[in-house]
């Protein structure tokens, strides 16, 4: 006897509008219901086809017996005393990946994940300790961005906007999924859909120079650049992809990423402050020199630490001084406000739950228990 095995359903919540509509030519619907479903998904937050009453209920029915919206299972959500959200959401197989919403006035920004666990293994950051387990598919980025707002019950969504702003500083190297990356930035860039301006959605890296380079082809959203020491020699112990793509390299691909765009746009470097190992006056005066030429700002995070990790935080005076080291230097300096920390949501706490692939996780906790 033949087994029969059913063909999946299409989860049209990670298709951007150019892949909508291809699909919906595909199964013989004019390409305007593109925009009609995107609106439904994304602008109004419906995941039921029979919501949709300005569909034909034949389109509908279709619709139900081929494709899906379903975005990932929120497990756990919680919100810190300050306001932050936390949310762990599970991913097929298992593994959870956190979302984490810091609001600030009218302004909402999401942080948000593009892998289960990290391919990168960053010296200061709990979540690389964690291992790696795989890329997260377009419609399980996007659908952290759906699953926030959802979150907000009952709000006017012509009139409230919870989430203005969009980070990819979760959980992942997000141009180590590039693809499944970048259709989620268009798709949440789309005005259709989410439409967060290309000045408040930033895509963060720790450098992965060639897709910095192949970036100005499909997408001008801005950059972040988690840089975190000023000379190669202490980025290779912190930053390992650095041996690879070393600091000179990086400003360069960074720079020519910043001349393409169509408006004068600065980077945002991101540089964690580790006590006594990159918050000297000397790491403040090279730093200042390393960014020569790279339209820029500079945003300090001070260490959140974490057990075993063999870092500490400077005080808040360190803090300080390295900021007016900067400042002086000529460059706009901010430190980054702890938000969420009573809940986990700091930076460099995202964690999750990762079924760890490259056994980084296993080596790390060994290492931990030979040294204690």
Same mark, same amino acid.
């Given at each position: 006897m033949t087994e029969v095995t059913s063909t999946p359903r299409k989860n049209l919540l990670g298709m951007p509008k150019a892949k909508l509509e291809a699909f919906f030519a595909e199964i013989g619907?004019? @390409?305007?219901?593109?925009?009609?479903?995107?609106?439904?998904?994304?602008?109004?937050?419906?995941?039921?086809?029979?919501?949709?009453?300005n569909i034909s209920k034949s389109l509908r029915?279709?619709?139900?017996?081929?494709?899906e919206i379903t975005p990932p299972e929120v497990t756990y959500q919680n919100i810190s005393a300050d306001g932050t959200r936390k949310w762990v959401m599970r991913m097929p197989g298992g593994s959870s990946i956190e979302t984490v919403l810091i609001p600030e006035g009218n302004r909402g920004t999401l942080c948000v994940s593009?892998?289960?666990?990290?391919?990168?293994?960053?010296?200061?950051?709990?979540?690389?300790?964690?291992?790696?387990?795989?890329?997260?598919?377009?419609?399980?980025?996007?659908?952290?961005?759906f699953n926030a707002i959802a979150s907000f019950e009952g709000i006017d969504r012509n009139k409230e906007?919870?989430?203005?702003?969009?980070?990819?500083?979760?959980?992942?190297? @997000?141009?180590?999924?590039?693809?499944?990356?970048?259709?989620?930035?268009?798709?949440?860039?789309?005005?259709?859909?989410y439409g967060i301006?290309?000045?408040?959605?930033?895509?963060?890296?720790?450098?992965?120079? @060639?897709?910095?380079?192949?970036?100005?082809?499909?997408?001008?959203?801005?950059?972040?650049?988690?840089?975190?020491?000023p000379n190669d020699e202490l980025r290779n112990e912190l930053v390992p992809v650095n041996k690879k793509y070393p600091i000179d390299v990086l400003m360069t691909s960074v720079k020519n990423y910043l001349s393409g765009l169509p408006d004068k746009r600065k980077a945002t470097i991101e540089y964690t402050l580790l006590a006594g190992v990159n918050d000297r006056k000397e790491h403040a005066q090279q730093l200042i020199e390393v960014l020569k030429g790279l339209p820029c700002k500079i945003n300090l995070i001070p260490f959140n630490p974490f057990p075993h990790s063999g870092y500490k935080k400077p005080s808040n005076n360190e803090v300080r001084r390295f900021q007016e080291w900067l400042t002086e230097g000529g460059y706009i300096t901010t430190v980054r406000t702890t938000r969420g920390d009573d809940i986990d949501a700091a930076c460099g706490q995202l964690v999750g739950r990762v079924d760890d692939?490259?056994?980084?996780?296993?080596?790390?906790?060994?290492?931990?228990?030979?040294?204690?």
């Open positions: 619907e004019k @390409p305007f219901r593109a925009k009609q479903v995107m609106q439904w998904i994304h602008q109004y937050g419906v995941s039921d086809f029979d919501e949709m009453t029915t279709k619709l139900k017996g081929i494709c593009s892998q289960i666990g990290c391919a990168l293994d960053c010296s200061f950051c709990s979540t690389g300790k964690q291992g790696f387990n795989r890329n997260l598919s377009t419609e399980e980025i996007v659908g952290q961005i906007r919870p989430v203005t702003n969009v980070v990819f500083m979760g959980m992942g190297e @997000p141009l180590l999924n590039f693809d499944n990356v970048m259709d989620a930035v268009n798709l949440m860039m789309d005005d259709l859909a301006s290309k000045r408040r959605l930033t895509v963060s890296t720790a450098g992965v120079v @060639p897709a910095i380079d192949k970036m100005s082809e499909v997408t001008d959203a801005s950059i972040a650049i988690s840089l975190h020491a692939r490259t056994k980084r996780s296993e080596r790390y906790i060994n290492m931990r228990q030979v040294n204690e």
